[in-house]
């Protein structure tokens, strides 16, 4: 299981980009995300604001970016499907 999320977090972080007038700011947020059977991204949003609308639509950003992530093994798809996880940008 941490394998996987290791690769999904590697994989959407990747996508993760924001203005280098935001690179000295400190700021950070978190998302959830469900995803389906085949990895693609059925919800996200921002749980918890960063506070900066630009930092904020990064994180969606590369989220939307990321799909299909991969696919999830068979004992993690109806969790990830219903209940989703919790990410936090940057790592």
């Known amino acids: 299981m941490d394998r996987y999320f290791?690769?999904?977090q590697q994989h959407i972080q990747s996508r993760f980009q924001i203005p280098s007038f935001l690179n000295?700011?400190?700021l950070s947020g978190?998302?959830?995300?469900k995803i389906d059977r085949r990895g693609?991204?059925?919800f996200r949003a921002i749980f918890k604001s960063s506070g900066n609308n630009i930092f904020?639509?990064?994180i969606?950003?590369?989220?939307d970016n990321s799909s299909p992530l991969p696919e999830p093994p068979p004992r993690l798809q109806g969790r990830l499907e219903n209940s989703g996880f919790r990410l936090g940008f940057p790592e």
């Open 6 to 8: 290791g690769q999904v």
């Open 24 to 26: 000295n700011a400190s």
């Open 30 to 33: 978190q998302a959830d995300i």
């Open 40 to 42: 693609f991204v059925i």
């Open 56 to 58: 904020d639509n990064a």
């Open 60 to 63: 969606l950003t590369a989220i």
